[in-house]
């Protein structure tokens, strides 16, 4: 059996799951409340309320009363700079109890805390970033273009009343990534984090709080997305959404705004390809991108490259790795150091997984290795082995659709531009990745591939840099000046400065 979660439990203590609304933590109006089971162990963490539709309501009315008449959206820059760089410093100093509160949740490996974009570094890195933005927002001055003695001038302005829904996958990271930049800008917040994922953005928002965040800036609605989700993206009292999690809620997201011209930003889902051409360094294509499909989130990530495209000469070679690979990934206890891989959230991750390697059999694919639920000392938890599909044709639902689990889809290709056509052949856009050592053909393709970020020879996180998604994988960008972008509007001056009318 994998070793019990709850020693680490009670050791770190859970924040209690009540609501934050208007600088009070309280019991929900219903007194219903969720119970989160571990995924690695099936055990009890412990429970929060579901935020019901009154609950909501109270969050974004304290949400609208903080930014139409409260101090933050009006404060100095050097006061928004002094509570996110505090809040920085607070994640550092906790750093050990948010991996253990994110591991009792999501149950991603604590070894995880190595890699750059699941580290407490990067979380703590996100609200440094945005406090330097903080002096330096501002519009520009124009030219008068016709008649009239006048200054024409913008000023940038935080958006209003923000709703932030995030997944459970990344809470730490996803949540940091739009609450930074949108308390920088002078915004006021409702956050409802996953069902799944709960007690460390609870944990976060009590560091914010202590870091000097004013009441009612900060309001955190727990539940799942019925009630809670679909009363917050419906509440006319919101100005802007911002989203994370699948393409299918994404939609729902999209049609709430419209009622009320919310603006909305969307990071959705990915089938996002590695192009592998046969001058690549094979080992490290097929190891790296075997482990964006194992490794850590065991591919429950947006930007897994679950669609390994390869040059047919080294094809039985990458799959050979890539297959090997599966060999290494250590499951169990969270908390082991030696552990480097999470189950899947929950049962019915489980069945949809496993569902989707039925339909690879019933295609034609051919599993190499993997696709299986473990028994034995896993059986309690949500675990699938590694599978590796290789004969894989674009067309077959494994390479369509977003899988979010351990199973990499190896399909052929011969020539360059079969590949590109292969990669960019998604409803998707979010990631990719090109594997050559040829730098003008590394650029070449760079410039035809239709996703948001595109890494060269291997991927990794910048957390300044603009993350999103072509297509269907999201609207607008998370990271760098269009975040700051994404919480703000633009407003025109046009002074006169003489007598003579405009
Ligand atoms: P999900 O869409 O099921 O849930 C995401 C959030 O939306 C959760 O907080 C959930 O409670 C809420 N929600 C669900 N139904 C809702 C509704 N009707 N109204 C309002 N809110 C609702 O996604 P998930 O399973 O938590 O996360 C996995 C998905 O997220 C994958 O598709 C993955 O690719 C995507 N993801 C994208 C990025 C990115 O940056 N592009 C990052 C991480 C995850």
Redesign the pocket.
């Known amino acids: 059996m994998v070793a019990s979660i709850m020693p680490h439990r009670d050791a770190v203590g859970l924040p209690d799951g009540l609501l934050l609304i208007d600088g009070a933590w309280r019991e929900s109006t219903s007194g219903e409340t969720w119970t989160h089971r571990h995924p690695a162990t099936g055990e009890e963490v412990g429970s929060f309320p579901v935020s019901t539709v009154e609950d909501v309501d109270r969050a974004v009315r304290a949400a609208r009363a903080a930014f139409d008449e409260g101090p933050w959206p009006r404060s100095r820059a050097k006061e928004r700079i002094t509570v996110l760089r505090r809040t920085a410093e607070l994640i550092r100093q906790h750093a050990d109890e948010l991996l253990t509160l994110q591991a009792l949740d999501n149950s991603v490996p604590v070894s995880f805390n190595t890699t750059y974009a699941m580290s407490i570094d990067a979380v703590a890195d996100a609200f440094d970033y945005h406090a330097g933005w903080i002096d330096k927002l501002g519009g520009e001055t124009l030219w008068p273009y016709q008649g009239g003695d006048h200054m024409v001038f913008t000023l940038r302005e935080p958006i209003g009343v923000v709703a932030a829904?995030?997944?459970?996958?990344?809470p730490l990271l996803?949540s940091a990534q739009k609450l930074a930049p949108a308390l920088a800008v002078g915004c006021t917040v409702v956050l409802?984090?996953?069902?799944?994922a709960t007690f460390t953005v609870l944990k976060l928002a009590r560091l914010l709080e202590a870091a000097g965040l004013p009441p009612g800036v900060l309001n955190i609605v727990t539940?799942?997305?019925?009630p809670?989700?679909?009363a917050?993206?419906n509440h006319p009292g919101v100005d802007k959404i911002t989203?994370?999690?699948?393409?299918?809620?994404?939609r729902?997201?999209m049609a709430?705004a419209t009622s009320t011209f919310k603006r909305v930003s969307?990071?959705?889902?990915?089938k996002s390809p590695a192009l592998v051409f046969a001058d690549a360094d094979v080992y490290s294509a097929a190891a790296i991108t075997m482990g964006t499909v194992t490794l850590g989130l065991s591919g429950?990530?947006?930007?897994a490259q679950t669609r390994a495209i390869v040059h047919r000469d080294i094809y039985d070679q990458f799959v050979a790795i890539a297959s090997g690979m599966s060999e290494i990934v250590g499951y169990g206890d969270p908390f082991d150091p030696l552990v480097t891989a999470a189950p899947l959230?929950n049962g019915r991750?489980v069945e949809r997984v496993l569902g989707f390697v039925s339909k690879g059999h019933e295609e034609g694919a051919r599993l190499v290795c993997g696709g299986e639920r473990l028994g034995g000392e896993f059986a309690a938890g949500n675990f699938v082995s590694p599978a590796v599909f290789a004969d894989v044709k674009n067309d077959m639902t494994i390479a369509r659709q977003?899988i979010?689990g351990p199973v990499l889809c190896v399909v052929p290709f011969t020539d360059e531009d079969e590949g590109v056509r292969l990669a960019n052949d998604t409803e998707y856009g979010?990631g990719a990745t090109v594997w050559t050592t040829d730098v003008k053909r590394a650029m070449r393709v760079t410039r035809q591939l239709r996703a948001g970020t595109v890494g060269v020879n291997g991927y990794q996180l910048e957390i300044h840099a603009p993350?999103?998604?072509f297509g269907q994988?999201?609207l607008g960008r998370?990271g760098g000046r269009s975040s700051i972008e994404a919480y703000t509007e633009l407003k025109t001056v046009l002074l006169p400065t003489t007598e003579e009318l405009m």
Request: aromatic share 10%.
């Open positions: 829904v995030v997944p459970w996958n990344a996803l409802k984090p996953s069902e799944y539940g799942p997305g019925d809670t989700g679909d917050l993206i989203f994370t999690g699948s393409r299918e809620t994404g729902r997201v709430a969307l990071e959705l889902g990915g429950q990530a947006c930007v959230i991750q977003e979010f979010l993350f999103g998604g994988s999201g998370e």
